[in-house]
């Protein structure tokens, strides 16, 4: 597919992997509608040229009102998402199963509400690329909640692109290693310097614009389909 032709959501499009999708997809010629909860996202979009819709990817009606704004709909990147931190059983006690659910249906239900929805409006074919994480193949203490919804999104690309086939979509996922994020880059340079010891080469943490290329040559190489891209600079999460 040309990214030039392409007609593209992105969720969680406001700030980090998903912002910097949004702008690269927007400057490679692509109309681009950018799904936020955060209603302050529609100043970004329209700085980057971008529509901009307010949505909750959990609730089906909210999606289906953001899609009812594209027409044309051909890509979907699903960027937006959740980071939890709690142990199996810590100090306090076992994990909260609230927190649990809510990780799960947010990173994992919502990134499947949006592209079964998406997949629905994708008359000519089209592309869906979801976001995993190198969490859902070696998670570390803490990431339970995480880890789980980040493997099921790796879990779904290949049935997702053998359900899709037949409507000429195909579906894709990116695992990010650690990347120059906003909530990454809150946390000092000595914590992300801490981060980054463990990749392999480039030995630093991954730009967000890096992520965007991937998703730009996955949609452009229409030969992918059904599997999950890591990309983490060779890190193995100790």
Do not use: W
Not at 58 to 79: H, R
Not at 143 to 148: K, S, V
């Amino acid at each position: 597919m040309d990214i030039s032709t392409a007609v593209a959501i992105v969720t969680g499009g406001a700030s980090g992997l998903g912002a910097a999708t949004a702008q690269a997809f927007v400057a490679a010629g692509a109309q681009v509608t950018i799904f936020d909860r955060d209603p302050s996202g529609a100043a970004f979009a329209e700085n980057i040229g971008a529509g901009f819709a307010q949505v909750d990817v959990t609730d089906e009606a909210s999606v289906a009102a953001g899609l009812d704004q594209v027409t044309g709909l051909n890509v979907a990147v699903n960027c937006a998402g959740i980071a939890t931190a709690e142990k199996t059983l810590g100090r306090d006690g076992p994990h909260r199963q609230d927190s649990f659910a809510r990780t799960i249906d947010i990173n994992l239900c919502g990134t499947f509400n949006v592209a079964r929805l998406a997949a629905a409006r994708m008359a000519q074919g089209g592309v869906i690329i979801n976001t995993a994480s190198v969490a859902a193949f070696d998670g570390q203490k803490g990431q339970a909640a995480y880890a789980a919804s980040k493997a099921g999104i790796a879990g779904l690309s290949l049935p997702m692109a053998r359900d899709l086939g037949r409507n000429g979509i195909r579906v894709m996922a990116i695992a990010p290693g650690i990347f120059r994020t906003p909530m990454l880059v809150s946390l000092g340079e000595e914590v992300m310097a801490g981060l980054a010891k463990d990749v392999i080469y480039p030995a630093r943490l991954g730009d967000p614009a890096e992520f965007a290329a991937l998703a730009r040559f996955i949609v452009e190489c229409d030969y992918l389909n059904g599997t999950t891209i890591r990309l983490d600079g060779a890190l193995r999460m100790p």
